[in-house]
């Protein structure tokens, strides 16, 4: 992860709270709320978002790469998933 995301420690990682051996130590910690509020903030939804991407893009160091990589990530899985809309919806138009 870049730097510039963890500097401040406004983001922590589940390993650095406990040094239990998890699949999911790497991951951000997400912080839970009593309250939908608290599910509305930046630290929550950043932290489950950024548990979402690949493991190849959390691991990149450089922030102009990783907002490069991202950004790629982002058109191919938003192309991948119109694509697959528009074939279900022929699919359908076409069964009728």
Known sequence: MPEIFVA???FIFNEEIHD???RNK???HI???KNSAGLRTIRHKAAVLWNELPVSLQE?????VFK???KQY???TLFHHKYDMVVEKQAKTSNK
Not at 60 to 64: D, K, P, R, V
């Open 26 to 28: 790497s991951n951000m």
């Open 74 to 76: 982002l058109y191919t």
């Open 60 to 64: 990149i160091n450089s922030l102009s």
């Open 68 to 70: 490069n990589k991202l």
């Open 8 to 10: 401040d420690k406004f």
């Open 20 to 22: 239990y051996n998890t």
């Open 31 to 33: 912080y839970y709320s």
